[in-house]
């Protein structure tokens, strides 16, 4: 300890405050969308291209209301990739202190929900089938349980219940004051 940083001084106080409140593990998961708005706009346009070329033969035999089929599907495919996209906007965040785990759900409605627990009583429960991999994680603190990470394939939720695991038992530790 520095002369200036004893236990009765304002700037000790500050430190283990921040060290407190300082994250030790912060993560956000979205789902997983292949295709961003680029792609989108190149899908759609080879669509309406291959569209309007198949429907053109049509037209001219005389066959107008194939064309309008054809304009169903793409508006179809549109409306598809919209709720696709809708769907992408959820997401939820996980913050780990010293002091509380920091839970928030956002749906792709907007809704939101937020938990708040004490690390000391939680601990993270893993559903693990033997073929398909780490299945569902959850949450479970004095009798509230949530479920978290269902966004991710098998192998990154087991990966990332690895890395919280690791973060709740280091926030039980208490914070690093930089003491050696």
């Not at 912060?26 to 070329?53: E, K, W």
């Not at 508006?75 to 002091?99: D, G, Q, S, Y």
């Not at 693990?128 to 939720?157: F, H, K």
Request: proline share 6%; aromatic share 10%; glycine share 8%.
């Amino acid at each position: 300890m520095t002369p200036g940083n004893s236990p009765g001084s304002d700037s000790f106080g500050r430190e283990i405050a921040d060290a407190s409140q300082r994250p030790v593990f912060d993560a956000t998961i979205t789902p997983h969308r292949s295709l961003g708005q680029n792609g989108f706009r190149i899908v759609m346009t080879l669509v309406c291209l291959a569209s309007v070329i198949s429907s053109l033969p049509f037209v001219l035999l005389g066959a107008w209301p194939v064309a309008g089929f054809f304009g169903l599907d793409i508006v179809a495919l549109f409306v598809a990739f919209h709720v696709n996209f809708r769907h992408a906007r959820a997401f939820e965040r996980i913050v780990v202190t010293p002091l509380e785990v920091f839970l928030r759900k956002v749906s792709h409605h907007g809704r939101e929900a937020v938990w708040r627990f004490n690390p000391a009583w939680t601990r993270l429960e893993r559903q693990t089938d033997e073929d398909y991999g780490l299945l569902a994680l959850t949450l479970v603190s004095r009798g509230q349980s949530v479920a978290i990470a269902s966004a991710l394939s098998p192998q990154e939720r087991s990966g990332f219940a690895d890395a919280l695991g690791s973060a709740l038992s280091s926030a039980r530790r208490g914070p690093d004051y930089g003491t050696p």
